[in-house]
């Protein structure tokens, strides 16, 4: 029976438009995929190589591709092979995204899609990769080379290898080169990285329990700051901030405009507010609370007083005058009302309130146990004393046991 889909307006990629996304990273939805004149926008087409490396080109040839395909491209020298992973409208969507300037860009071509030669040539250069790599390591160790191998990756039909590494002040790899050439027979190219790169060319999970930003979606890396950690008044301990790439984690920027926004009307945190107590310091804030605490020492947490933004500016205001307010959550001439943050109307959260006797039930009596005073036969304390009629009760019956 053939399957019928309503369409109710709005975009619906299907499978071509997650086609291609398995255990890629940089992954792209082309939203786009089921609105055939998106295609014929451009000819451009986005091709993603090994980890995070793209390319775009252009299919001048119009050979017939969709996305998740593996394509031969052009390369220098010879060919490469990567994956479609972006057609139509949405490419220059991402070159818009990713800042590039295409009168400068070389566009290159697509050539075909691959065969199973193409495919052989492949994978016989990938199987390589990783020993090139540990090689490559021990090369530049053995010539005390301040730079780390962070990994390597052949072009698909092999005549080509791009060594990835970071270093962190500029290395001089004329030599390197040679050797390398002499020692792998391929022409080399040396591509230098950072450390938040070379972290989303790994991969892994963040402490967020995702997959790591870098490696699903961020291309552009922008200088992260402790700045940005002090707005959010959150812990500046290196190993709280810093992520896989030992560097600071670049999510602490992404609320911090926020954070800034707000803060823009407190009050200066570097002036004390002066009263008849004595002078409190400011401790921290709570940015959308709009609460301060100040600290009646200058060093540690002591005497802390909450008040909101608009308290602190107006006490300032009243220093600035000579004046002393009388304390920092009354205002003068104002009674001190505590406010109400949660009443308890039904008793819910007494946790004895199941111990509370009934009325009506039937009281029972205590007995007497190894001699010990209690209630029995009707006997009454008086002040917390026994009745003299019960005590000598108790007397004649323990002589008649005597006897």
Not at 38 to 63: C, M, P, W
Not at 121 to 136: D, N, P
Not at 314 to 338: F, H, T, Y
């Amino acid at each position: 029976m053939e399957e019928i889909t309503l369409n109710n307006g709005g975009s619906n990629p299907g499978v071509k438009g997650f086609k291609g996304n398995t255990l890629q990273q940089l992954p792209v939805v082309d939203w786009l995929a089921d609105l055939p004149e998106a295609l014929l926008d451009t000819d451009l087409v986005e091709v993603q190589f090994k980890n995070t490396r793209k390319g775009y080109f252009v299919n001048s040839e119009h050979i017939a591709i969709e996305k998740g395909d593996m394509v031969a491209v052009e390369a220098n020298p010879g060919h490469d092979i990567g994956v479609v992973t972006l057609m139509g409208r949405l490419v220059l969507s991402q070159i818009k995204k990713n800042r590039i300037n295409m009168e400068r860009y070389e566009v290159r071509k697509v050539y075909r899609k691959v065969k199973p030669v193409d495919i052989e040539k492949y994978e016989e250069a990938k199987a390589k990769e990783q020993a090139t790599m540990i090689r490559a390591r021990k090369i530049a160790k053995d010539m005390m080379l301040d730079m780390k191998i962070g990994d390597v990756e052949y072009q698909g039909d092999g005549s080509k290898a791009i060594f990835y590494y970071i270093a962190d002040d500029r290395v001089d790899f004329r030599q390197l080169i040679k050797v390398f050439a002499e020692e792998f027979r391929v022409r080399i190219e040396m591509k230098q990285i950072g450390a938040r790169q070379e972290a989303g060319r790994i991969g892994g999970i963040g402490p967020c329990g995702r997959e790591l930003c870098c490696t699903t979606w961020m291309s552009n890396f922008v200088s992260v700051s402790t700045t940005a950690a002090r707005y959010q008044d959150l812990s500046t301990n290196p190993l709280k901030l810093a992520g896989q790439c030992a560097k600071i984690k670049c999510c602490v920027n992404f609320e911090a405009p926020m954070y800034v926004d707000a803060q823009k009307d407190f009050p200066p945190k570097d002036i004390p507010l002066e009263t008849v107590e004595g002078t409190y310091y400011f401790f921290k804030a709570d940015v959308f609370k709009r609460q301060l605490t100040y600290s009646s020492d200058q060093n540690i947490p002591a005497n802390l007083q909450v008040i909101s933004v608009e308290r602190a500016k107006e006490i300032m205001a009243i220093n600035r005058r000579g004046e002393k307010v009388m304390s920092l959550q009354v205002k003068d001439g104002e009674s001190e009302v505590a406010p109400i943050d949660y009443q308890n109307v039904v008793g819910q959260d007494s946790l004895t309130r199941f111990d509370k006797k009934q009325g009506g039930g039937r009281r029972f009596e205590r007995r007497d146990r190894g001699g010990r005073d209690g209630y029995r036969n009707g006997g009454r304390r008086v002040n917390g004393q026994q009745s003299n009629e019960h005590r000598s009760n108790y007397r004649n019956r323990r002589d008649e046991d005597n006897e």
